[in-house]
């Protein structure tokens, strides 16, 4: 983990950063402050965890660059007292700045040793309104109602039924879809009743989904 003044160094050049960008949520960005992104990457990548660059981590994944997380994250628009559905969990960041916002967030992660990483960091921060679940997220999970918001950071060919269903009114859910011969687009769907309104945002590195529980990891 980073030491104190490379957290804070790092925190004021991100700001820097996303204020530049019209990220000024003042809610989002004590979050941000609150979490200290070191934590959550592996030893040797700590002095590039508040970097523009996507940093790899465990199960030859990778964690979005911090200044993406954070975008993603304000036009979801979350509010306190909102329940958030997340899939793919990765190294736990996402769903740690979203669990100081929200009042439930549901992350699911299909590699074991990432959602037992994630469990384990966010324990640490005693972010207990986060909870975290080794499972195939992508198709829907039952049992849990609905969401306010949902967050895919993984790739799908096109936003499940079954999560669509799973919104309320006046619901956002945000999934990175894929294309032929380009990288995947955010996509931003509200629910407005009966019917969707959707708004394509912009490219994303994002890898594509892929089916069931990982045995190896």
Known sequence: MATKLQEREGFAALVMRLRAGGVTNLDLLSAVEATPRSMFTPSHMAPYAYSGRSVPIECGSFMESADLAIRLIDILKIKPGQRVLEVGTGSGYTAAIMGRIAERVLTVERYRTLADLARKRLTELSL???????AD???G???EGTFDRILYTVAVPEIPRARVEQLVSNGVIM?????????????????????FERQDLFEVPYLAAERGLSKAL
């Not at 207990?128 to 080794?134: K, P």
């Not at 894929?178 to 996509?187: C, H, I, K, Q, S």
Request: glycine residues 8%.
């Open 137 to 139: 997220g992508r198709e």
């Open 175 to 195: 999934a990175p879809i894929l294309r032929e011969d380009a990288p995947p687009l955010m996509v931003r769907m509200t629910r407005i009743g009966s019917r």
């Open 128 to 134: 207990r309104r986060v909870v975290v679940r080794h």
């Open 141 to 143: 999970m039952s049992g």
